[in-house]
């Protein structure tokens, strides 16, 4: 019965972070096309999103559909309530309307929250042991979020940068705040690597 458990709530973290990893748009998008068509398309999917939620919330019926389409994405929390989607195309677009200045910081903050909070849930579904705090976060968890965040900033920045950046981004996704993660962590780290360089 503990096995069957674990392997429902894998394969539902797994659809849960197959959609985060569509995020990986962000920092390639912005890689690729001009900076203000970057963030006029950032800005129309949060608005997108928005209307979504609202018709979602406002409509039982749409909210059945939602959740009939997405069976196994949304948490328990979010059924009857936002999604933590709208935290993740507010902070991305944040982080790109606030940190224009440097394209590397910006890249860096959204690969941050790609793969580094995407693994780091996989990782402390699969081999989570060490469980702090109230949200349940795993050593193990913040410790793959460390490695991934770290070899994400290597290939921007000297290693020392890299370092710190990781450290900072790591903290914040394991310490329980009263702000979604998804939707502080690329903006703070985009602050503090902009410091650190």
């Not at 989607?85 to 929250?113: E, P």
């Not at 710190?164 to 780290?189: R, W």
Request: charged share 15%.
């Amino acid at each position: 019965m503990m096995e069957k458990n674990l392997s429902i709530k894998v394969t539902q973290e797994f659809k849960r972070k197959s959609l985060h990893f569509a995020t990986i748009l962000y920092p390639v998008i912005y890689n690729l096309i001009p900076y203000r068509v970057a963030l006029t398309a950032s800005a129309t999917l949060v608005i997108l999103d928005l209307i979504l939620e609202t018709l979602r919330l406002l409509y039982p019926s749409v909210n059945r559909l939602f959740l009939s389409l997405f069976e196994g994405t949304y948490r328990e929390k979010e059924r009857e309530n936002v999604s933590t989607l709208i935290w993740t195309l507010s902070g991305a677009f944040l982080t790109i309307l606030l940190f224009s200045d440097n394209k590397s910081v910006v890249t860096v903050s959204l690969l941050y929250l790609v793969f580094g909070d995407s693994i780091a849930a996989i990782m402390g579904v699969l081999f989570g042991r060490i469980k702090v705090g109230s949200r349940g976060k795993s050593v193990e968890g913040s410790i793959s979020f460390f490695i991934i965040s770290f070899f994400c900033g290597i290939i921007y920045f000297p290693w020392n940068i890299a370092l710190v950046g990781s450290l900072v981004a790591s903290a914040i996704e394991f310490v329980p705040l009263p702000v979604d993660d998804n939707f502080i962590l690329p903006i703070i780290s985009a602050g503090v690597l902009t410091i650190l360089i």
